[in-house]
């Protein structure tokens, strides 16, 4: 019996389904990871896989920086929890808010959810209302408000229990680019507060927006006093450094980060225009807190993340762009080659995913027409050759600055040679 199947029946006993996210569960059982470095990650059954999980898009600058790592390392001798103000954190607030360009003011938190938790409070307050419009298959984090036909791992779970429904009724969906039926809605609903929005959407697999989709959101959301909340807990410092606002040229009111901002340590930040994050307390009425936001040991990340970023971000975005481009194209060409397997594949900076279906992929539904069975062979027979993408059409693959041309050339081979697989089995 393999060890990881072996830890999956001892792990089961005491950890609910026997993993903390369930994202990380799959049939049978998932893989037990004991190491990770660059692009790779090693199993407890003594596999090297080649990651395109990346820590669902933490890992930008790959597992085990060497900057990130030493930061850390450091802080660790002086402390690592004061919950007292340092100058490393208000030095870490100003660089995020030099480079992301809605960032006026920043407040740290933990995690993605309590990032969007708290920007949608906020929303409430300054708008002054109290509904929440959010896009079909858009994930924003576990928490009430936002669990209504979310993507990632809730995609296959429509509706939570234990969500009030008084909460859920809140939360109005809409489809992701679709502007008319986002103006309908808000017709209806003329109580709403704020449209909070994964500029691309990353947790339905990847779906871009339309031209001009974005600049028709947010003059949308501006012409009806709503609150624009850009949720760039994946694509923040990882489109570009200053995330999808910076990439499309749009300043939305409030943008949430996570994921690439601490390279794999757990830090978040809510920011956005001063009027509305001023509301924040002790500065003012919305209430907001955490015992280990600003943690020195996650600013150490961060800060050693965003600088290593900044300093060396003319290399590193052309470079991970490059590298998801050759992977997309050399996929596409192997399946051109091959003929017969119908696959879209959509891909923008250093994210992609592909989806079994010949129709093009721009939302939702769409989505959901992609054959998710054979996308399920594909990840078993990709896992099979050393390759780890997510196990779910309703996530993304990342790649990261450690990832190089070998890499590619080994996971082209393995989508070739998996995707013959899947044509062969049909
Ligand atoms: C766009 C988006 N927002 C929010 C979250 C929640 O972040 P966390 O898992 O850190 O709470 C995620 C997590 O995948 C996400 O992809």
Known sequence: ?????????????????????????YEPYPFFAVSATGSKMVTTDHKTLLDYCMGYGAMLLGHGYPSVLNAVKSQLDKGTLYCVPTEQEVKLAETIAKAVPCAEMVRLVNTGSEATM????????????????????????????????????????????GVLEEAAAFTKIVPYNDAPALERAIEKNRDTACLIMEPVLANIGLVLPDKNYLSEVRKITQQNDMV???DEVVTGFRLALGGAGEFFG??????????????????????????????????GRVYQ???????????????????????????????????????????????????????????IGSMFQIFFTGDRVRDEASARKADAVKFRRLFDELLKRNVFIPPSQFETCFISYAHDEEDVDRTVDAYSESLKKIKEQK
């Open 289 to 347: 807190a955490s015992t280990f936001a600003g943690n020195p040991v996650s600013v150490a990340a961060a800060t050693a993340a965003l600088g290593t970023l900044i300093e060396s971000k003319n290399a590193i975005y052309p470079q991970v762009a490059r590298t998801c481009d050759s992977l997309v194209e050399g996929i596409k060409e192997e399946l051109e080659d091959m003929g017969g397997v119908e696959c879209t594949i959509n891909s």
């Open 118 to 161: 708290h920007a949608i409070r906020l929303a409430r307050a300054f708008a002054k209302k109290k509904g929440v419009i959010k896009f079909d298959g858009g994930y924003h984090g576990a928490h009430d408000y936002v669990l209504a036909k979310a993507g990632s791992g809730a995609a296959s779970m429509p509706a939570s229990e």
């Open 250 to 283: 749009i300043k939305p009111d409030i943008a949430t980060f996570a994921k690439a901002l601490g390279n794999g340590f757990p830090v978040g930040a809510v920011a956005g225009r001063k009027e509305i994050m001023q509301q924040l307390a002790p500065a």
């Open 1 to 25: 019996m393999a060890r990881s199947e072996q830890l999956h029946g001892r792990a089961k006993k005491t950890i609910p389904g026997g993993v903390n996210s369930p994202v990380r569960f």
């Open 228 to 230: 624009l909340i850009f």
